[in-house]
C-alpha cells in the first residue's frame, strides 16, 4: 500500500494567493481529516470527512478556508487568499471509522510570503 | 473540555539512558489514549494505544499504561537508541467521537 499521499511537498506563495493542497487517502479507508502543525499551536483538526461527506468543519479558521471531498479516493483543502499566518505544515490522514489508527501522509509545508 | 498536557521538550540523552515522557489527560467520559512518533521530514505514525484504564500499550520497546486516578500515560523506554530521536505526541480520543486531540509534541534527540 502506498500510504497517505499528499502534494506538493513543499507550497512557497505569495500573500493573497490562493493555495490549494491535495491529499490521496489509503484505498479502503472511510474517514480523511485535515490537520495544521504550527510551532505554538501544536497540531489543530480542521475537518474530517466520513464517506466524503463533511462531519466536523468547527476547526476550519475562517472562511478563507475550505475543503473538499468529490471522492473516495481524493480531497483538496484550499486557502483564498492566503495570509502569511497560515504558514504551517498542513497534514491529510485516513482511517476506518472508528478509529483504532490514524494514518497520516507526510504534509505539505507552506509558506506564506 | 478535552485537553492533553506533555511535558516540555526537548529532550536529550545518550544511547541506552531510561526514558520517561509525562503525559496527563482531561476528558469527560472514557478516553482512548495514543503515542504517536513522527520522525524528521515525515507524518505522525501510531506508536502504541489503550482503551480503557489499566491498559498497556507497548510497541518497539515503549510501554504506557493507562492510569485513570492520575489521568497519566506516560511513555517508557529502559533503553533509548540513536533512531529512537523523533518528536513524541500523546493524544486521546474522546469516547464517542471521532476526534483526536494532540498533545503538543516532546521532541526527543538521543546521542551516541
Known amino acids: 500500500d502506498a500510504g497517505v499521499i499528499q502534494s506538493p511537498r513543499h507550497e512557497v506563495t505569495e500573500m493573497g494567493q490562493e493555495v490549494t493542497l491535495r491529499c490521496k487517502p489509503i484505498s479502503g479507508h472511510n474517514s480523511l481529516f485535515w490537520y495544521r502543525q504550527t510551532m505554538m499551536r501544536g497540531l489543530e483538526l480542521l475537518i474530517y470527512?466520513?464517506?466524503?461527506?463533511?462531519?466536523?468543519d468547527s476547526g476550519m479558521p475562517e472562511d478563507r478556508f475550505s475543503a473538499k471531498m468529490p471522492n473516495a479516493s481524493f480531497s483538496t483543502l484550499k486557502i483564498q487568499p492566503s495570509e502569511p499566518r497560515d504558514s504551517a505544515v498542513y497534514f491529510c490522514?485516513?482511517?476506518?471509522?472508528?478509529?483504532?489508527?490514524?494514518?497520516f501522509g507526510s504534509g505539505t509545508q507552506l509558506s506564506v510570503l | 473540555g478535552n485537553s492533553v498536557t506533555q511535558m516540555e521538550g526537548p529532550v536529550t540523552l545518550s544511547e541506552e539512558a531510561f526514558l520517561t515522557i509525562n503525559c496527563t489527560y482531561t476528558a469527560t467520559g472514557y478516553p482512548s489514549l495514543f503515542w504517536y512518533v513522527q520522525y524528521p521530514g515525515e507524518g505522525l505514525q501510531l506508536l502504541l494505544k489503550a482503551t480503557k484504564a489499566d491498559d498497556k500499550g507497548s510497541n518497539k520497546g515503549f510501554e504506557a499504561t493507562y492510569r485513570k486516578e492520575t489521568t497519566s500515560f506516560h511513555l517508557e523506554k529502559g533503553s533509548v537508541q540513536v533512531s529512537d530521536s523523533a518528536v513524541y505526541f500523546c493524544a486521546l480520543k474522546p469516547g464517542g467521537s471521532e476526534k483526536l486531540v494532540f498533545g503538543k509534541g516532546t521532541k526527543l534527540t538521543v546521542n551516541p
Open positions: 490522514a485516513s482511517s476506518h471509522l472508528p478509529i483504532e489508527k490514524l494514518f
Open positions: 470527512f466520513n464517506n466524503n461527506v463533511p462531519i466536523d
